[in-house]
């Protein structure tokens, strides 16, 4: 089992940046792939970045939507993901939410195994 909890949300200006944590117990997150999704209101969920389980090589993956402005890392020693948000645009406004799952190749949420609680970002124009 692994519990995840997300932090760092916030109301923030166009243009500007957050950083979003998610700390995990349970289980290291070097052992899972960990995704960031998020979803608008009146919206589906979507993929935003994934970062594969520690291994000799680390891969990303980013939605076209956020490739070149969001970053995704991880902090083995803090069991802590991160998703440094860059150039924030009024349509990133969502609820995001980090997840674990088994393959840094999967961009469906279903295919996941734990879930955070969510954190708000409210980007303003």
């Known amino acids: 089992q692994v519990q995840l909890v997300e932090s760092g949300g916030g109301l923030v200006q166009a243009g500007g940046s957050l950083r979003l944590g998610c700390a995990a117990s349970?289980?290291?997150?070097?052992?899972?792939?960990m995704g960031w999704f998020r979803q608008a209101p009146g919206k589906e969920r979507e993929f935003v970045a994934v970062?594969?389980?520690?291994?000799?090589?680390?891969?990303?993956a980013y939605a076209d939507s956020v490739k070149g402005r969001f970053a995704i890392s991880r902090d083995n020693a803090k069991n802590t993901v991160y998703l440094q948000m860059n150039s924030l645009k009024p349509e990133d406004t969502a609820v995001y939410y980090c997840a674990a799952g088994s393959s840094w190749r999967l961009r469906a949420g279903d295919l996941y195994d734990y879930w955070g609680q969510g954190t708000q970002v409210t980007v303003s124009s």
């Open positions: 970062i594969s389980s520690s291994g000799a090589n680390t891969y990303y």
């Open positions: 349970g289980r290291t997150v070097s052992s899972y792939a």
